[in-house]
């Protein structure tokens, strides 16, 4: 065949196809094969609607709407009418809907076979054998809770304790050193923020903008208060030691080495004092003589912030009318209670404490379960202590091992002690949404409702400047056979025949809201949030200035480089990992590849001979390294590497399996001076070429 005829068969050829319909046919069925696999969500025709509630997936419990299409949720969009967010949300929450069908939701109850495999189970066997351990392990029971918000809590202690064990923690959190240094400086209730009605906030090791407290209500109070068109009513500083959003949001940006904020606010006590500002209470003098020697010169050589920065914070807080100095930790876990301390000291000598727009004691939450321990009492007890003493042999492991809402394997350290916890325990079980590292070391894992297809309900969350109480109501069925996870704890106390004075969920929330006056049933039916301005008599508080002394002495961790971990909400947290509405905002300079980014300073990278996009081992003290990719970002300070916490997941799912390395991995348990509070939020390492 010449050419000509070749040309004259192919075009006869293409015109046959298109006139056949066997062409048409394969290709509808194709395109019809191709976008119908079973786990695609299909979209219901029927009636839209906007339900609001509140998540219990992100920290904060941020209130939403639910958009439903005949009944099943699309979206999460912010609520207006929420007094508490008015319309913010977190990433987190806005991915609400999405993790609802995430590949790594359990969808059934799994027991570990004796080969180590996981087998699905009914929920009747289930059941049946979460009764049957926990009875057989008598007084030997532990549990642990990643949700300090929730009710739920409230029950299982009291089963705990009818059993005879007071092994029931909450995990490490921000309120933890928050409360240990409160005490410590005469607080008596719960410490509490009034952010909304602060004229000028100092944040020291704070994100105040990503991470830390009530996040949506923060965001939406400096919103406000940062009109587009018109002058700031507000002051935001934030001290850190990476230009990352809150710094990159705030009015003035203090660059602070990591590990030296407690200094920093030491420094600018004392400018204050110096500018007439000593709100009086016992100890004052003391306290004056000892931050007499942390002049500004002083401090800015420790620290790294120009004694000008620092001059012109410490004058803003003077000026202000209503200021509040908070400090936290970049990590939300692990922190310090020294800089705690300290930010109350500040707040004393600005008179900023129990009034407007300052520093505020609240009550604690109520218990209304019988036989339930206080949460005042909860909140001083330590996990971490816990866990290193089952692992040390110091104290006898669980025979029966219960973790709620948390995943304690990814979220602390390698030296905690959580491991060895779960593998000396008799019977491990895990009581979660997704399949967390946690998860695949348990020997039971159970299936859980989220917020939006359960009864729950979210308590004055830490951050916070007022009571609130909020409910998380179903507004869709179960994923899959998860279930209620406060209805399961419910029935297996009434299976036990324990006595907790509570029948079922609503009926726990019914008595929550009584007790705090708050209208339970316009809650239940139209989605309302309580709110109350309770005010506590004044605690007696005073300038404990030797435990801040002491607080003060802890040493510098060692290394070349300081870790400063940078948490985003977006990726997630280590009871959700990235959720998959979440992985196209994830920037090359959080993951790059398989590789977690490292950024650093031009001066740093300099001193290591690294380039952008070159590959850096960083070694910690503990003989753990991970490979990371160098990016140069000049909002670092020298001697710093900042990384994304959320990422190193060896669990969950494709988005999050093997996509960088976890930051805690760098991260060692060790002891405050004076307090002798386990902490952990700081790593210093090494770093060459790999």
Known sequence: MDRRGFLKFAAGGTVGLVASPIIWNTLYDAVYWTQNWGWIPRLKKGASEYLPTVSKLCPSGTGFLVRTVAGTPVRTIGDKNNPVTHGAMTALAAAEAELRVSPARLKTPLRRSADGAYVAITWSEAEALLKEKIAAAGSSVAAVSGDPTSSINEVISSILNQCGSSDFYFMPDEEQPAAVAWEAMGGQGRLGYDVENSDCILAVGAPVLESWGVVAANRSSFNRSHPVAGEATQKLIYAGAVQNNTAAGADLWLPVKPGTEMTLLLGVA??????????????????????????????????????????????????????????????GSGGFAGPVMAAIAVNMLLGSVNREGGLVDLPFPVSVVAHATEYRETIRKRFVDYTQSVASGKTKAPAFMLVYAANPLYSLPADSGMKETLEKSGFSVAVASF???????????????????????????????????????????????????????????????????????????YKHAYALGAPFRAMMEEGSVHTAAVSLPASPLFYNWEAIRAAASAKAVEGDLQVAPVVVLGMGTAQTAIPPFATKVVTDYQLKGKYSVAQMNGATAAKLKVQAGDLIRIIAGNNVEITAVAAVFEGILPDTVSLVAGLGHTAFDEFSRGKGANVLALTSVSREPGTGLPVWGLAGVKAVKA
Do not use: H, W
């Not at 500002?277 to 007499?292: E, H, P, R, S």
């Not at 409910?471 to 996870?485: D, G, Q, T, Y």
């Open 270 to 331: 004392n400018l204050l004092i110096k500018a007439g500002k000593a709100g009086f209470a016992a100890g004052l003098k003391n306290f004056a003589a000892f931050v007499a020697a942390y002049t500004p010169e002083k401090v800015s050589g420790i620290t790294g912030v120009p004694v000008a920065r620092l001059e012109e914070a410490a004058k803003a807080l003077a000026a202000a009318k209503k200021p509040l100095v908070i400090a936290g930790s970049a990590l």
């Open 435 to 509: 399949m967390s590292e946690t998860c695949a070391a348990c020997n039971l894992v159970l299936p859980a409702a989220l917020g939006m297809e359960a009864f729950d309900d979210v308590q004055t969350p830490y951050g916070s400047g007022r009571v609130t109480y909020a409910l998380a109501r179903p507004v869709a069925k179960p994923f899959a056979e998860a279930r209620s996870a406060g209805e399961l704890i419910i029935a297996l106390a009434q299976e036990l025949k324990f006595d907790t004075g509570v029948k079922d969920m609503p009926d726990l929330l």
